[in-house]
């Protein structure tokens, strides 16, 4: 009895130890993170301009995606090759090339990559989606790397003013990585990242991508991502990434595996409700365990019609700090009875409805307060942001408004007109009588 209660004592404590010692030396292994060179201990990198040739990509309102791709990635090299202990190569060189994915991941390997980094613009069905996000592969070392690379072109991103959509994996039915040159490049064990980096199709995002000199910002934006996650230095840029502090897959991989189903929860209540300003403050209160919320819209109209996507409230999409409820404020049209609903979006734009708020009071403004001047340019000045804000859903109809004071004002004076035209036609009438009577008296004086 006793020297089973020894060994088992025995046993907890070395378990303990092993336990401890795993713990401590992945700990270590995560802090003191650098990219193993190649064999020939010089840094490869491949740059794959997404599409080419008839594959046009995202072609909209003027922008064709394969040509941009090729722009960035051109620059991209360019300021890759300024730094030190580096060989840089494009899969092609001109947008005109149509080339096979398994040939881009081929030729990465052919040139014994050690990463590979495929460029692409981005455009969503309704034109719906803004901002910008990593795919990277969802297996092994190239996840973890991946991953690693994505959270620095992320803070890239974010620093260019962008809206981030974070750094996702995405599988296909056969449970392997859905992009065909993130599932190549891990059968060659390259790790790889493909950089959607903005919407082509959302006004949000085109001021970003609408000139060769944003393309060109691009390629040097996503360079100097690499440079800080390779550790490079550049005398000719006279700059020194070496040591530049990663974080480790570890601490951010909660939200990295394909989130397919909705949100889980999504629940709306009135917050307050101003009849004067003509204003509802709703809070909303969505949550989805497997990823973050990035957008939400609202519909006055039960659901019918809705706001386009705006950007959910202090999304930290790298993160678990994203709020799940916030107060936002809708204004309501003269005269309408708003039946309200809200829709929270996931990372991967996936959405919940939420319940119906009806039963709401119509509302209808005081006379007198139908247009207090300041308010007219309050509501402009809201707009101006960078990302969507709420009060562009729906304004107060101010234009009518205005056109209804003038057309007041207009009455007014007509009746003032008609008022003096009579006093004049009196005045005559009476000056004609008063002559008349005149003549006659003198008439009558002279037959006298
Ligand atoms: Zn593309």
Redesign the pocket.
């Known amino acids: 009895m006793g020297k089973k209660i020894l060994v088992g004592a025995g046993c907890f404590i070395l378990s303990f130890f092993l336990h401890f010692f795993v713990f401590f030396s992945r700990q270590v292994s995560a802090d003191e993170f650098y990219y193993p060179p190649d064999e020939d201990g010089e840094l490869v990198i491949v740059i794959d301009p ?2 080419g040739g008839g594959n046009l ?2 072609d909209y309102n003027g922008f064709l ?2 040509e941009m ?1 090729m722009t960035v990635a051109k620059a991209m090299k360019e300021e890759l090759e300024k730094y030190d202990g580096i060989t840089v190569y494009l899969t092609h060189d001109s947008a005109d090339t149509d080339m096979p994915i398994q040939d881009r991941a081929d030729f990465a390997d052919s040139v014994h990559a050690d990463f590979l980094f495929c ?4 455009m969503s069905p309704g034109n719906i989606l803004f901002g910008s996000e990593v795919w990277i592969s969802a297996f092994g070392e190239e996840n973890r790397q991946g991953y690693r690379f994505g959270r620095v072109q992320m803070d890239t991103m974010k620093d260019m003013g962008l809206y981030l959509r974070g750094v996702k994996t995405r599988l296909n039915d056969r449970g392997s990585d859905y992009y065909g040159i993130l599932r190549f490049c891990e059968e060659y064990d390259i790790p790889a990242a493909l950089i ?1 980096h903005c919407h082509i199709d959302h006004e949000n995002d085109v001021g970003f991508c609408d000139s060769e000199e944003d393309l060109i910002r691009f390629g040097v934006a996503d360079a100097t991502s690499v440079a800080k996650f390779f550790g490079l230095r550049s005398e000719i840029l006279d700059v020194d990434y070496s040591g530049y502090p990663l974080e480790d897959t570890e601490a951010g991989a909660l939200y990295m595996q394909a989130d397919t189903s909705d949100p889980d929860i999504c629940m709306i209540e009135t917050s307050y409700t101003d009849l004067e300003r003509g204003v509802i403050g709703i809070a909303l209160t969505a949550y989805d365990y497997d990823s973050p919320m990035l957008y939400y819209a609202y519909s006055i109209d039960g659901g019918t019609t809705y706001t386009p996507y705006l950007a959910w409230p202090d999304s930290d999409v790298m993160g678990t700090g994203t709020p799940d409820s916030f107060v936002f404020e809708i204004e309501i049209p003269e005269g309408v009875s708003p039946m309200i609903k809200v829709k929270a979006v996931n990372q991967y734009d996936r959405f919940t409805e939420s319940n119906l708020l009806d039963g709401l009071p119509v509302f209808v403004r005081p006379a007198e307060e139908l247009l207090p001047p300041d308010r007219e340019e309050e509501t402009d000045t809201v707009s101006s942001g960078n990302v969507p804000m709420p009060s562009e859903g729906f304004h107060a109809p101010s234009q009518p408004q205005r056109e209804e004071t003038k057309r007041s004002f207009f009455g007014f004076l007509m009746i003032c007109f008609f008022v003096v035209c009579i006093l004049f036609t009196a005045l005559f009438i009476t000056n004609i009588i008063m002559s008349c009577r005149k003549r006659q008296k003198r008439k009558e004086r002279k037959r006298k």
């Open positions: 997404g599409h990509g995202a995606e394969k791709n460029l692409h613009f981005n959607e």
